[in-house]
């Protein structure tokens, strides 16, 4: 009783601090600027690199989507040059610690998987409206506990037992199905309201099928790599809830994809 009291308080507040935090664009900025650096020090100790490798590349990526999002004119404006020089050497780092044999190849591969799977998806995040990053949001807290409630009834059907054996097919199929009920449900109650996308039902339909697909993939990429370092939770960061990789590991592996559908029905 007293874990799930912990559980349920700490969730309470992630919620919170997410919904605050999108709904304001500083706050956006550094609120996702602040996850992308937890979740990347989680990660370097579960493929066990040093995270000075990575923190100061993953900025540079990070201000640097920041520059084309707030319209800098780089041309013309001499601190946007200093940034993008600045950005861009920080980036050359582990080419020359390779060069000069400080780190092995095996090393400078790790930090590319780094800055592909965690500081691109949170670079993209400033590219795309707060009400659809809301939307993921809903779907993927939706999948999750409609998932749970039906594998938990109804699971007989490992999805992937060596990776993460709770997970079940029909724990995908009832996320899936509940998300889709979700995405119907938000569709209508945000008509003619500030929460409203703008789409038809079809697209939230798209999207949310995209979200479920590609966040169950998310979450059971950041299983394996958990396996592989055997550890059960990324971080301590959040009591009952582990780190803040495993919050965001679903959103972080389909936002890119969401930005892609974003850029293909634009």
């Known amino acids: 009783m007293k874990e799930l009291v912990k559980r349920s308080f700490f969730g309470l507040v992630y919620v919170l601090i997410v919904l605050v935090g999108l709904q304001v664009s500083y706050l956006r900025f ?3 600027f602040i996850f992308m650096l937890l979740a990347l020090v989680e990660f370097a100790k579960l493929i066990k690199v040093r995270k000075s490798l990575l923190i100061l590349p993953a900025i540079a990526i990070y201000f640097m989507s920041g520059s084309f999002k707030y319209h800098f004119d780089i041309d013309k404006h001499l601190t946007q040059n200093i940034l993008w020089a600045f950005s861009i050497l920080l980036l050359m780092i582990p080419f020359v610690q390779f060069i000069l044999g400080k780190i092995t190849s095996e090393m400078l591969s790790r930090f590319f998987l780094s800055m592909f799977y965690i500081a691109f998806p949170f670079a993209l995040l400033l590219h795309i409206d707060w009400h659809l990053i809301l939307f993921v949001f809903v ?16 699971g007989k059907h490992k999805l992937a037992p060596q990776i993460s054996p709770k997970k079940s097919i ?14 119907i449900l938000y569709y209508f109650m945000s008509k003619n309201t500030s929460f409203d996308l703008h789409f038809s039902l079809y697209i939230y339909l798209m999207y949310a099928l995209v979200i479920v697909i590609f966040g169950t993939l998310g979450d059971l990429l950041e299983s394996k790599f958990k396996r592989q370092a055997g550890v059960k939770d990324s971080g301590k960061i959040m009591p009952g809830h582990g780190g803040i990789l495993d919050r965001l590991d679903s959103f972080i592996f389909a936002i890119p994809f969401v930005f892609i559908l974003l850029l293909i029905l634009k």
């Open 170 to 183: 029909e724990g995908l199929i009832g996320g899936l199905t509940g998300s889709v009920l979700v995405a």
């Open 139 to 154: 779907i993927i807290w939706s999948s999750d506990s409609f998932a749970y409630l039906a594998g938990s009834s109804f």
């Open 30 to 32: 550094w609120l996702f």
